[in-house]
């Protein structure tokens, strides 16, 4: 008797699970559902879930007297941003990163040229290692390697002495604004940190970028009589734009978020990060730490839509 | 229900929640230990032996009492604050820019002094002090305190150490001949706000500044003018003990407010530096165990309390953090590695030249209406940033 029960139990299960594979069959737009909605709840409660929340707070503003949290709709806490003090965050901040973002590129272009263009095989390999090679260790360990380098006692002094230099790099440090006492202290010095440390994320999509012109274009441009020049202006750069497109967003969302290289290295003035933590934990500001934390998001937006028209999600 | 009621409500809700009663009630009685007990602390405050052998206070209390005992270290007093308001913790180490900010937001309780025999024991000028007494009420156990030490090279002063904090603040040529500017630090937190005000206390009696914690209009603005000026002395402001630490050794300072966890590291270490107190005095931190009103773990928590009063535990952090006991018998009864040498090093003798952290509020004692904090946290950063 069990014996029966347990069968018709079974062959019951089977039936259902194909009358379920039968519908999947038919309607593959049910499967695809099925597929497609974790993530989606997801991406929608998680991820935009909590933006929204950020927008909706930025909205709101702190009481002056009891510095409590006013849930009343006012545009209050974003006119504070344009005050000096504040103001002074957001452009500081804008201007590193398109300065990193700049630099970055320059700098990773020759490089990912020679690893597109001639190296092969060990050379390859050893590219590929010496940009990856920094991403293996901590982060932290970096920046704090880089405070020893800049530090008025540190390498990079010793040098410029041992080379009987020092009046180059005093003379350099006197310029107001990009100086300072040392390099450590200096925005020059936070702008060598920033620069080194997302620089592989530039390589690495202009790298891909250089990889897919054909070399047929370029013998073509040398055909035609184009200088060594020239082919570099008007063919590789102009193919090569959409790799430096995507290898920008990095560098420039990344800069703009930082809070920890400019509180180790640099002046303590602060950017939106910084700022954004400290009005969040230490004054209980969060209506502020919102509308900071709303001016990246609304950079980048105007960003990715120019990128995009440059055609930088080609490259990704 | 459309979205703007349902966020209505849901506000309505957070603030139903915020006006709740207080229900806290102290304990009465104690009872077996529950087996464990979670602490919110400072780093390098309690410690098992693990960083370093000879410095453990917590393997003897699990030992004796069965309860198990689990740090979360905190690196500000706004985490401790947000930790405590999360819940699922038993006690923390709070200072005093944070205590009263969880005893107004009703996250401890008052403690039963009765159930803690060592209670005595405690400085006569802690057992009272208004960080954690309110309404006649003890919100916790002092714990251990310290004072803002000014620190500086002995390269750059030689024979003639700074009597005042006007190193740090106003632009000078030091002992060594060559100016101050760029030489010199302030803390990175809008707490210096105070030591400015402390300054002016002696240098501007005009002012009529009272409490550096309590400041009105014009004092609030007089100390900014003068974190402004400091601004242009100071290349970074410093934030984290040992990045100091290495500015000290690195960077040649020259003088800066410091602690003297800070003095202490960098003299085991051989580099030139020394501290002094100033005439004008100084700022300083003092900490409290404070108990959740929620906690699960009450019996084992009031344990703790005592056996922080009672065992190694303050005299050998004492040695370990450069802080000062609550219970000054710690400093001289051998009941672990301080002496009463160690104690004076570490500024125990000049309790009352130490004005204690505390939060600046609105309604402030000595004259109705002061500048609150998060007017200091926004004004520092544009001080900082150079306006």
């Known amino acids: 008797m069990a014996d029966v029960a347990a069968r018709a139990r079974n062959s019951a299960r089977a039936a259902a699970l194909s009358r379920v594979s039968d519908a999947l069959w038919r309607r593959p737009s049910l499967l695809l559902l099925a597929l497609v909605v974790p993530p989606l709840l997801w991406l929608g409660i998680v991820y935009l879930g909590s933006l929204f929340a950020l927008l909706a707070h930025s909205f709101f503003s702190i009481d002056e007297f009891s510095g409590l949290v006013k849930y009343e709709l006012t545009l209050k806490t974003y006119a504070e941003l344009f005050r000096a003090s504040n103001f002074d965050i957001l452009v500081r901040t804008i201007l590193m990163a398109s300065a990193v973002t700049v630099a970055a590129a320059v700098v990773a272009f020759p490089i990912a040229y020679f690893a597109a263009r001639h190296a092969r095989g060990r050379w390859k390999a050893a590219f590929y290692l010496g940009v990856m090679l920094p991403l293996w260790s901590s982060y932290l360990v970096r920046v704090y390697s880089w405070k020893l380098i800049l530090a008025k006692e540190g390498i990079l002094n010793w040098v410029f002495e041992t080379l009987r230099l020092t009046w180059l790099l005093e003379a350099y440090l006197s310029v107001p604004g990009i100086g300072g006492n040392s390099l450590s202290v200096s925005w020059t010095g936070t702008f060598l940190v920033f620069l080194y440390i997302w620089l592989p994320f530039m390589i690495l999509p202009v790298q891909a970028a250089l990889e ?19 082919t570099v202006r008007n063919v590789v750069l102009p193919l090569a734009l959409p790799g430096i497109a995507a290898g920008s967003i990095f560098t420039f969302s990344l800069t703009m978020g930082d809070y920890i290289i400019p509180q180790i290295v640099g002046t303590s003035a602060r ?46 | 229900m459309n979205g703007k009621s349902a966020s209505a409500a849901a506000f309505g809700l957070l603030a139903a929640l915020a006006a709740q009663p207080a229900t806290a009630e102290m304990v009465t009685e104690l009872g077996e230990g529950e087996g464990q007990l979670n602490i919110v602390a400072w780093p390098g405050y309690i410690e098992r032996g693990e960083t370093m052998e000879a410095f453990d206070w917590v393997t003897g209390f699990e030992e004796a009492t069965g309860c198990m005992v689990n740090v979360k270290t905190a690196n500000t007093s706004d985490e401790m604050v947000a930790l405590m308001n999360e819940g699922g913790f038993d006690l923390v180490t709070a200072s005093g820019d944070a205590s009263l900010r969880m005893v107004a937001g009703r996250r401890v309780q008052p403690v039963n002094t009765e159930l803690i025999p060592s209670w005595d024991t405690i400085d006569d000028r802690l057992k009272q002090a208004p960080w954690h007494y309110v309404d006649g009420k003890n919100y916790g156990t002092p714990y251990m305190w310290g004072p803002n030490v000014l620190m500086y090279s002995t390269e750059a002063f030689g024979d003639a150490p700074p009597t005042s904090w006007s190193v740090v603040f106003e632009e000078q040529v030091l002992p060594d001949g060559r100016s101050n500017s760029g030489r010199v630090q302030a803390y990175d937190g809008p707490i210096h706000v105070a030591d400015a005000a402390l300054y002016l206390m002696t240098h501007r009696p005009d002012l009529g500044i009272v409490s550096p914690y309590e400041l009105n209009q014009d004092q609030y603005a007089a100390a900014l003018d003068l974190l402004r000026d400091q601004r242009k002395l100071v290349g970074r402001y410093w934030h984290d003990a040992f990045i100091q630490i290495d500015d000290f050794k690195n960077e040649g300072m020259a003088a800066s407010g410091s602690w003297p966890f800070q003095v202490n590291l960098l003299q085991a270490d051989g580099a030139p530096v020394a501290s002094v107190i100033p005439d004008e005095g ?23 309390m005592e056996h922080t009063l009672s065992s190694n535990l303050m005299s050998d952090l004492s040695v370990w953090f450069g802080a000062n006991p609550a219970a000054p018998a710690a400093c001289t009864d051998g009941r672990g590695m301080q002496t009463a040498e160690g104690c004076t090093k570490n500024g125990f003798d000049d309790f009352e030249k130490v004005r204690f952290w505390q939060t600046p509020v609105t309604q402030c004692e000595s004259q109705g209406e002061c500048v609150p904090y998060y007017r200091w946290v926004s004004d520092y950063i544009g001080v900082i940033g150079g306006r």
């Open chain 1, 271 to 316: 950017m939106i990060g910084q700022a954004v933590y400290q009005f969040q934990g230490t004054a209980g500001n969060i209506p502020l730490a919102a509308a900071f934390a709303v001016v990246p998001v609304v950079v980048m937006g105007f960003y990715l839509t120019l990128a995009r028209r440059t055609g930088a999600f080609d490259a990704l």
């Open chain 2, 282 to 304: 100084v700022t300083g931190w003092a900490d409290t165990t404070m108990m959740h009103v929620d906690s699960a773990n009450p019996n084992c928590a009031y344990m703790w």
């Open chain 1, 212 to 230: 897919r012109v054909p070399p047929s274009m370029l013998e073509a441009s040398g055909d035609l009589g184009a200088r060594p020049g020239q």
